[in-house]
């Protein structure tokens, strides 16, 4: 009996072994154009390129792979997307912003002909992505990545902008184009981090946010400003040698705990466990086979095969 209780023994070990080893809890890693976090239930990632346009996206759903699951889980997906298409230094003739009656003095197109590639520098040990004018400092932007317990809920971007301005009464538009998610509600008076106002997505379990500063700082002095919201959002920057600001997209972190904790719930507790990885059913079949060729011996040994 001995030899079958190591059996079972081992048979319980080996089944219980590869949940513990794929069991990886909060990741984080990047690549040249991407991020990507872990938590307990959901996969965050952030994505960025230089095309016709600076394109930026943050991104979630469920880690499970499972397709009716997937199905099932549905609303736990979620997904925000900004284009910046271009700087348009212009005279504002009415006093109320970017609009088809200004006169455009220049533009500057945020494209891949304009633009370098994303860029990854490593700034006392954060990762930060950087996109960069072909034409020296006329144009910089840096993607700051804000985790909460190593996982990645917000990415901030910074304009460090260096327009060779045609006027010096003009302006500087920055058109924007929100393209991804379905952002419906407008916040303001929140306080989070200097950005006073946020576009929300209505999303009951993971809302994301757009948010943007009211001021922005011009060769050291902030002034205030009054982003356009339409069919483009437009952020208007009076004129200056040194344009600095920073709007950013955003998860609330205890959404993802919250949904961590539903979802592990609602799909029976360890999550890594409900998804069959290789190495368990490989493992399982071992100590099937195990425990059979164990039970083999035993039975043959008592009717004194051996
Ligand atoms: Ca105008």
């Known amino acids: 009996m001995n030899i079958l209780r190591t059996g079972l ?36 990632t952030g994505e960025f390129a230089v095309t016709d346009a600076i394109e930026l996206s943050l991104l979630i759903k469920p880690a499970e792979s499972d397709n009716r699951r997937h199905s099932m889980m549905s609303e736990y997906n979620n997904e925000m997307g900004i284009k910046i298409y271009e ?7 009415d006093n109320n912003g970017y ?9 500057f197109k945020l494209n891949s002909d304009n633009l370098n590639d994303v860029s990854v520098k490593n700034v006392d040990g954060d990762t930060i992505f950087s996109i960069e004018s072909v034409e020296n400092g006329v144009f910089n932007m ?31 538009a920055v058109i924007h184009e929100l393209d991804q998610g379905s952002m419906m509600s407008m916040m303001d008076g929140s306080n989070m981090n200097n950005h006073q106002n946020m576009m929300s ?15 922005v700082n011009v060769d050291g002095s902030d002034i205030e400003i009054t982003p356009e919201i339409g069919e483009d959002f437009i952020l208007s920057f009076p004129n200056g040698k040194n344009i600095l600001y920073d709007p950013k997209i955003q998860l609330d972190p205890t ?23 290789p190495q368990s059913l490989i493992m399982g079949l071992v100590g099937i086979a195990t ?11 008592q009717k004194g095969v051996f």
């Open 87 to 93: 700087l348009v230094e212009y005279v504002d003739a």
């Open 142 to 172: 840096d993607i700051e990545i804000n985790k909460y317990e190593n996982i990645p809920v917000a990415f901030k971007w910074s304009y460090d902008i260096n327009y060779p301005f045609v006027s010096n009464v003009s302006n500087l």
């Open 255 to 277: 959404d993802i705990s919250r949904v961590d904790s539903l979802l592990a719930g609602l799909l029976g507790g360890d999550f890594s466990m409900l998804t069959p990885q």
């Open 291 to 301: 425990i059979f060729t164990t039970g083999l011996v035993l039975d043959k040994k």
């Open 9 to 44: 023994f081992l048979f319980i070990i080996l089944l219980l072994m590869p949940s513990t080893m794929a069991d990886d809890g909060v990741s984080f890693t990047t690549t040249e154009h991407s991020f990507e976090g872990h938590s307990e239930t959901m996969v965050i």
């Open 99 to 107: 609009s088809t009656d200004d006169t455009v003095l220049s533009k």
């Open 201 to 215: 997505d209505n999303h009951k379990n993971l809302p994301m946010m757009f948010s943007w500063d009211n001021s």
